[in-house]
């Protein structure tokens, strides 16, 4: 069985006032830091969808697979189809896990966790004190629903609320705040 890791990086980070993929985190972006996380984790294939300033990106940043995301103006929805989309070639994923780019707080055990319950008909989130969140991990069975009802910047967030999921607790290794804005890095 092999699990993916997805990170969704195409925003423009408006509120952040630049792109985020290309903020700077403990030496390194945080788009790099994102698939590095994936990569710790133990996922066996990572891959960043871009957008905004992709081409920055590309040329700032050591990643690994990327796909670029033409519509990712449009919202989160688009870059999560665009990334199921790509991943979807390979008959030999099972499962894929999700990371945004400013959630630098999710960290390679919280995946780990999530990871293990990884199998084609597989829901998971991670859990915080009664509260889901990420990292999510969507078996390949779901890609296809996912993949029709993320619009705008609701991803995957309507088809979990329509089907059974399970919860990790994940508290205790991660947080899943998100960086909105510059001062939230210092968080």
Known sequence: MITAGLVLAAGAGRRFGMAKALVPYRNRLLVEHAAETLGN??????????????EDVLAAASLPTTVINPDWATGM?????????????????????????????????????????????ALVMGGYQGRRG????????????????????RGARDYLRAHEVLVVDVGDVADDRDVDRPEDLDA
Request: glycine letters at 12%; one cysteine or more.
């Open 41 to 54: 984790a133990g996922c066996g294939r990572t891959l960043v969808v871009l957008g905004a300033r992709a």
């Open 77 to 121: 929805g688009s870059s999560l189809r665009a990334g199921l989309s790509e991943l979807s070639a390979d008959a030999a994923l099972d499962a894929v896990v999700v990371l945004l780019v400013d959630m630098p707080g999710v960290t390679a055990e919280a995946v780990r966790r999530v990871a293990a319950h990884a199998a084609p008909e």
């Open 134 to 153: 990420h990292p999510v991990l969507l078996g390949r069975e779901h890609w296809a629903g996912v993949a029709a009802s993320a619009t705008g910047d």
